[in-house]
């Protein structure tokens, strides 16, 4: 099984910047397509961002040119720099990941999430 370990939340003011890291363990043939998911109080959980092995990102329309996903597959670690936060990014951040196990089986592994608060 993989683990994934997110880190990097916290509490910023609006107008500030967190970079979230999401580091993968375990035994695994490949990590394809990794996702940063965030869910709000009262909200659905909402897909953020999304990288595809390759390194393509894709945003949703409320971060782009305010976040930028990105991936070192040497470390099998994602991370997600945030800048110009608002307070409706406040969420907790979930990372997942699109797994290949040596046995050809893929399934989809998520952290355990990481709080982020930006204040007004």
């Known amino acids: 099984q993989v683990q994934l370990v997110e880190s990097g939340g916290g509490l910023v003011q609006t107008g500030g910047s967190l970079r979230l890291s999401c580091a993968a363990s375990?035994?695994?043939?490949?990590?394809?397509?990794m996702n940063w998911y965030r869910q709000a109080p009262g909200k659905q959980r909402e897909l953020v961002a999304t990288i595809s092995r390759d390194g393509t990102p894709n945003y949703t329309d409320s971060v782009k040119g305010r976040f930028t996903i990105s991936r070192d597959n040497a470390k099998n670690t994602m991370y997600l720099q945030m800048n110009s936060l608002k307070p409706e990014d406040t969420a907790v951040y979930y990372c997942?990941?699109?797994?290949?196990?040596?046995?050809?089986?893929?399934?989809?592994?998520w952290g355990q999430g990481t709080q982020v608060t930006v204040s007004s």
């Open positions: 375990g035994k695994f043939f490949s990590i394809n397509a």
């Open positions: 997942n990941a699109n797994i290949w196990t040596i046995l050809g089986i893929s399934y989809d592994a």
